[in-house]
């Protein structure tokens, strides 16, 4: 396991920023936390980097302690605040980072260079960072934060300050990553950007983990089928509402709920018997919006 | 945190601060030289004693270094406050906390950062001063006690960046800047009661300085500097007891304080900052 925690809490004064935190991420996993604003996410991260001390509980991050410095050395992290040193130039920040994360100096210039491009600030590099825009100050925190190349990318709400195409470039930049093996642990409030971007999913609040496991797994949680057909029996209907199957009908097009996949054909099966044309059928996923919102609210 | 140390100096370069503050020294220099030569010019007349034109001169000096304490203080003081808790309050700890660099690495490379550049300004400050009042006075000062007592003033705002860190590794730039101020202020009036309880002989107010410079040395250090500098002239010199002087020497012993003195602070400081949530 790259990260694992036990019961990891964090409490302030009158308010439990996370609470007994159980969590096992695998390498190569690309995880995603959902959660709402103040539900503990950044705390969360901030624990397992050794920015904020656990009241109680244990964490380790790549076999180390939680903020140890073998541990930070394989780690990159974009904070949800990514002020930089605003008297510095790009280049400048960069090639303090390259020299603390040891890279060899015959490689700094290339992989600073290589990394400026990635992010989209090449050219821009020579520029003193306060008079960039926040997209492009996020931009070098990202660059920052992969500079050396980790093993484990935290990432707190990456593209906060991006435009649409911004975006795009980051989900691209961390399926790169993930590509070369990069574990990366993605706090965002873009359901959609972590629909697209991660295998494993967190839920987290009030400071409590909700539910955690593959993607798949609550995308399938709820299964529906929409049916386009003529003719379809009264009888059938009726069958369909006494196993309170039937969902609902708009003309032609049926929505009915189904317990498991294998389902579907049965139905399409006793439809065509019936004497029912058949134009279409479609499995329903749930989306991940529908999913965050069940669980938030239970 | 040799990264610390360069990244902390880049830093201090290009604040708004030192770079007024040296506009300011210059103007002081400049006005410290004009005043030292009106002075020197009127008490030159035929039949004045030479001893006279040195006593003048090191009141001069001791004036000079006295008002230098309060551009050093001031330095020490805006530009160590925030040394720590700037970076926490900007958000810029995050960056670099997360990297494989060790709180004590932070804390001591700024610490040392900082006393560097307080030292070099504090020295290039008194050294001014006392050329000038040597110059224009033509001062009889021992090369090796101006010097030690130069290498002695630099302690002065090391002991006001020490507790600045102290506040600044767990509290707000602003209370560590107001509550820093205050005990600089405390250490002034401290230094000031003892001075004139030596010249009224009361042993009250003597005790009321030397436990106000148990609190904050600032002050005593100041004093043996300006004693040490001054050599034996401005041992025996009555005007050693004007409230630029040191009427009261205090002894090696604060030196030694003085020294245990920041490294408890700044062990205090490694404490807090270690212990802080970003």
Redesign the interface.
């Known amino acids: 396991m790259l990260i694992e925690t036990y019961n990891l809490s964090k409490q302030y004064e009158q308010n439990t920023a996370c609470h007994e935190i159980c969590l096992s991420i695998k390498e190569g996993q690309v995880f995603g936390l959902l959660g709402p604003n103040g539900a503990g996410k950044s705390t969360l991260v ?1 624990m397992l ?5 656990p009241t109680s509980g244990q964490a380790r991050v790549l076999g180390f302690p939680a903020g140890h ?2 541990a ?2 394989q ?1 990159g ?1 974009l ?1 949800e ?5 605003e ?2 130039s790009a280049a400048e920040l960069l090639q ?2 390259a ?3 040891e890279i060899p100096a015959s490689q700094q210039k290339k992989r600073i260079a290589e990394t400026l491009q990635l992010v989209g600030l090449q050219g821009r590099e020579r520029e003193r960072i306060k008079g960039y825009s926040k997209g492009m100050q996020q931009r070098l ?1 990202l660059a ?1 934060a992969i500079l050396h190349k980790p093993a484990l990318l935290f990432l707190d709400e990456p593209t906060s300050a991006l435009d649409p195409i911004g975006r795009r470039e980051v989900r691209d930049i961390i399926a790169l990553l993930s590509n070369n093996g990069t574990t990366i642990f993605l706090n965002s409030h873009l359901l959609s950007e972590v629909e697209m971007t991660c295998t494993h999913l967190g839920f987290i609040n009030h400071g409590n983990m909700i539910d955690s496991g593959p993607v798949e797994d609550f995308m399938q949680q709820k299964h529906e089928i929409t049916i386009v057909a003529e003719e379809v029996p009264a009888s059938m209907l009726n069958r369909w509402r006494l196993e309170k199957r039937f969902i609902a009908q708009h003309d032609q097009t049926y929505t009915l709920a189904v317990d498991n996949k294998e389902e579907i054909p049965l139905l399409v099966e006793a439809l065509v018997a019936g004497g029912s044309r058949i134009y279409q059928v479609e499995s329903i996923q749930s989306g991940l919006e529908e999913v965050f919102m069940e669980l938030i609210q239970d | 945190m040799k ?1 610390i140390v ?2 902390t100096l ?2 201090i370069m ?1 604040k708004r601060i030192l770079h007024m503050g040296i506009v300011m020294t210059v103007l002081y220099l400049l006005l410290f030289g004009v005043a030292s030569h009106y002075s020197a010019k009127s008490i030159g007349i035929p039949g004045s004693e030479p001893w006279f034109t040195q006593q003048i001169g090191y009141q001069m000096l001791t004036m000079g270094w006295y008002i230098s304490t309060f551009l050093c203080g001031a330095l020490a003081i805006l530009t160590g406050s925030g040394s720590l808790s700037g970076e926490v309050e ?3 700890i ?2 670099l ?6 709180r004590p690495a932070i804390v001591g490379g700024k610490f040392l950062a900082y006393t560097i550049v307080t030292a070099v300004y504090s020295t290039v400050l008194v050294g001014a001063v006392a050329l000038l009042a040597g110059y224009f006075f033509k001062l009889q000062v021992e090369p090796i006690a101006l010097l030690s007592g130069i290498g002695l003033f630099m302690l002065f705002p090391v002991i006001l960046l020490a507790l600045a860190h102290l506040g600044s590794a767990r509290f707000s730039t602003m209370a560590t800047g107001v509550v820093t101020f205050m005990l600089f202020a405390l250490a002034i009036i401290g230094g000031f009661i003892e001075q004139i309880g030596v010249m009224m002989q009361n042993a009250s107010m003597v005790n009321i300085g030397v436990v106000s410079s148990l609190v904050v040395p600032s002050d005593a250090i100041y004093r043996l500097a300006v004693s040490v500098a001054a050599g034996p002239m401005g041992k025996s010199s009555v005007v050693s007891f004007g409230p630029f002087g040191a009427a009261s020497t205090p002894s090696t012993a604060m030196l030694i304080y003085a020294l245990v003195y920041i490294i408890i602070v700044m062990a205090f400081a490694f404490r807090f900052f270690g ?1 802080r ?2």
Not at chain 1, 49 to 53: F, I, M, N, S
Not at chain 1, 81 to 85: A, N, S
Not at chain 2, 97 to 102: D, H, N, Q, R
């Open positions: 901030k980097l050794g920015l904020v001390y410095q073998k930070k050395k780690t992290y904070p605040l990514f002020r930089q040193y008297w510095l303090l980072y020299r603390i994360y925190a920052g | 990264y360069q990244l880049k830093e290009n900007s958000g810029t995050l960056g906390a997360s990297k494989p660099v060790s212990k949530d970003f």
